[in-house]
């Protein structure tokens, strides 16, 4: 068997969520106010977010040139931190915890392909990051991964299973490396 990309269908499997109207205006109003170096007020970017369906908490950072794929599948909780250059490329469900930080250069990636299908069909699944958890920079998150409360991506990391709650994991492929914060009595 052999690839024939000639014979992908770029819509078969994929929910854009919007018409291709809404999608162009966001694409551009992304480029000036998102994608920008510009230091653009982070209320501003918030509220822009918000008008095109995002799902945006209170004392939310975004800093500059953050590229938000489609804000209407995007949910960020309260006082999270999406640091310089993130990319978000969210075909499906992103969901990022109040008190996250998503540091500067990571990509959430819920897009893939069936490296087994001639076709090379989709094969997208959301990403969850859990409240409080800290992905690092340059890291890498694949699609279906979940990532607990309170666990730590180490930068670099290229994480494409789950990480459990208060884990911390490093590496890549990204491996458990212990606890992030030690128990009331000093324990692990």
């Known amino acids: 068997m052999k690839t024939r990309l000639d014979q992908f269908d770029a819509e078969k499997g994929l929910d854009r969520g919007r018409s291709k109207l809404v999608e162009a205006v966001w694409y551009l109003l992304k ?13 501003l970017k918030a509220k822009l977010l918000r008008a095109f369906g ?3 908490g209170e004392g939310v950072v975004i800093k500059p040139r953050v590229n938000v794929h489609f ?3 995007l949910k960020v909780g309260d006082h999270a931190w999406i640091g ?19 540091s500067q250069r990571a990509f959430l990636c819920t897009g893939n392909h069936d490296y087994r299908d001639p ?16 992905i690092g920079a340059g890291v890498f998150v694949g699609p279906g991964v979940e990532v607990g409360e309170e666990a730590v991506a180490a930068a670099g990391s290229v994480i494409t299973r789950n990480v459990p709650a208060n884990t911390i994991v490093a590496g ?4 458990e490396r212990g606890p992030r914060w030690k128990s009331e009595d000093g324990r692990n």
Not at 31 to 43: D, K, Q, R, T, Y
Not at 172 to 175: L, Q, V
């Open 54 to 56: 995002a799902k945006v």
């Open 31 to 43: 480029c000036v106010f998102l994608l920008s170096a510009l230091p653009w007020p982070m209320g």
């Open 84 to 102: 310089e250059e993130v990319f978000i490329l969210n075909f499906e469900p992103v969901k990022i915890g109040a008190q996250a930080c998503i």
């Open 119 to 134: 076709q090379f069909s989709y094969r997208n699944a959301p990403i969850t990051i859990g409240s409080g958890a800290w």
């Open 71 to 73: 804000p209407w599948k």
């Open 172 to 175: 890549n492929p990204a491996s």
